[in-house]
């Protein structure tokens, strides 16, 4: 998902190293972050000195859309045609604005606010905390958002391995995801 920032702790294990140990590969990546070769964002890994960019009219559009992303998604057909854009520029510079970790793609072209997404996984936290798993009705009710919408945030969160799903509950994976001490 050339979208995302980098898989987190778990969902490299299991794609790199899925038949060693648990703790010796948590181990290793933690050693390779510490050591330089591995960097690390809101518990994001990703290769040092990665770092995507907008062109000069990509910024500039950029800073003419930026402000329209409330609290609400946007899907990328209505955002260029809210911003007279076409739509195809618009889609490219949403998937860059992600790479840099300014929005999300929570299913393939709607977008949120990264610091929404960030909201959503502290929520998910709490609700696991409390009842120790997330459902979707309990999620929809808490953002006050419809169902449909609830589905897609929590299927994003199982899709990157912040979550995993389990008939209908969402069970916390990798709480170091979305954690900015990380």
Do not use: C
């Not at 060693?20 to 510490?34: D, N, Q, S, T, Y």
């Not at 990703?46 to 003419?64: I, M, N, R, T, V």
């Not at 970790?101 to 709607?110: L, Q, S, W, Y």
């Amino acid at each position: 998902h050339s979208e995302e920032p980098g898989p987190g702790r778990e969902r490299l294990r299991r794609m790199a190293l899925p038949s060693e140990p648990e703790p010796l590969v948590l181990a290793l990546i933690e050693r390779m972050r510490r050591d330089g070769q591995l960097a690390s964002r809101e518990g994001w890994l990703h290769l040092p000195g990665h770092k995507a960019g907008f062109s000069q009219a990509q910024q500039a559009l950029w800073e003419k859309i930026q402000g329209l992303f409330g609290d609400e998604p946007w899907w990328v057909r209505d955002l260029a045609r809210e911003a007279g854009e076409e739509e195809q520029a618009m889609r490219q510079l949403l998937r860059l604005a992600a790479q840099q970790g300014f929005i999300t793609a929570i299913v393939k072209d709607r977008y949120y606010r990264h610091d929404r997404i960030v909201a959503f996984a502290d929520l998910i936290r709490a609700l696991d905390r409390e009842k120790g798993a997330t459902v979707a009705a309990d999620f929809r009710d808490s953002l006050n958002v419809g169902r449909k919408l609830a589905i897609q945030i929590l299927e994003y969160f199982d899709r990157i391995g912040f979550t995993r799903r389990r008939g209908n509950e969402h069970l916390l994976r990798d709480s170091a995801l979305f954690n900015s001490a990380l």
